[in-house]
């Protein structure tokens, strides 16, 4: 007997393919991007409906996927559905909102120590504490996300916010990696992300739609959501899964390196964003945290915790 949730032992750990860097780099690419997209939507729209209407055209995007609709194990629904809170309505409720405070680029940045919360997380589920190089990381990468936020101190109480409501998202974000990766083992990234995202809907509509009734369109905030929706909420949503059930939940998170440095460009050549230097310095910072975090996974890997852990009675399974 072979419990779902764990892996075999670091040995079995396979080095990672072509297509596995794949699934880590482009979906950093199109979050880091995602930021932008939320900003110019932010035009059209509340934030209720920015989040609404890059759900709703993501669920549709998969929708036009055959494989979505392929059945899930039963015992695994009530998780999918607890996906659709942390990594769909909570978090992609959060970003939105937050700009409202801060700039894109501020967001993508803080969204480097996604990893940082990954580990965090994964520590408490496995109760387990972590090893000296995780522990260095997490002090160097929280050290790092300091920095980024400190300039904000200085902008009143509205910026102070807007972190708050991007490191609460990250927090969701940490134990959906960790939830993800056996629920897209078991069951596969399409059809576990499409539920998750029709869940996602759901909980989103109340606000979200008469906010997308009142929408006023223009050419450059539809394309910012048909992008977002489609690539960022759709496409590189799966990607994650994919290689969180290829590479485990810590290999997958990696994947955020990108964003910050994607949302930091685009920030500043296209919105003209203005970025003091300590908080592209703590950008940096933390993503060498990040990367410390993960080196150890890569030299020795350790089988990667999932969420599935902190439910009393978890059965075994051949």
């Not at 482009?26 to 110019?40: D, Q, R, V």
């Not at 690539?231 to 994919?242: F, P, Y």
């Not at 290999?251 to 955020?256: I, L, Q, V």
């Amino acid at each position: 007997m072979k419990s779902p949730v764990l892996d075999g032992p670091a040995s079995d750990t396979p080095a990672l393919t072509t297509f596995d860097w794949l699934l880590l780099i482009l979906p950093g690419i199109i979050w880091g991007a995602s930021f932008l997209f939320i900003a110019e939507g932010l035009h059209a729209m509340g934030p209720n409906g920015v989040t609404f209407t890059r759900i709703a055209i993501g669920f549709l995007t998969l929708s036009l996927v055959p494989g979505v609709r392929q059945p899930v194990v039963r015992e695994d629904r009530a998780r999918i559905a607890w996906l659709g809170v942390l990594w769909i309505a909570f978090p992609l409720s959060m970003f939105p909102l937050a700009e409202q405070h801060v700039s894109s680029a501020m967001t993508g940045m803080l969204n480097g120590a996604t990893p940082l919360f990954t580990a965090i997380v994964a520590g408490l589920l496995m109760r387990r504490a972590p090893s000296r190089m995780v522990i260095v990381g997490l002090l160097v990468g929280l050290a790092g996300a300091v920095l980024v936020a400190l300039p904000t101190l200085d902008d009143g109480g509205s910026s102070v916010t807007g972190v708050l409501l991007i490191l609460a998202a990250l927090v969701s974000y940490g134990f959906a990696i960790n939830l993800a990766r056996p629920l897209q083992q078991r069951n596969g990234a399409l059809p576990v992300i499409w539920r998750a995202l029709g869940v996602g809907l759901i909980l989103t509509a109340p606000l979200g739609a008469p906010a997308l009734a009142a929408a006023e369109w223009s050419l450059r905030p539809l394309a910012a959501m048909l992008a977002l929706g489609a690539l960022g909420t759709g496409v590189a949503n799966v990607m994650v899964a994919t290689a969180a059930g290829r590479a485990g939940a810590t290999r997958a998170s990696a994947t955020t390196f990108l964003i910050p440095v994607v949302a930091l460009i685009l920030g500043v050549v296209v919105r003209h964003e203005q970025v003091a230097a300590v908080s592209v310095l703590g950008c940096a910072i933390c993503l060498v945290g990040a990367w410390l975090i993960n080196a150890p996974a890569r030299r020795t890997p350790a089988p990667e915790p999932c969420i599935a852990l902190a439910h009393e009675g978890a059965t075994e399974r051949s």
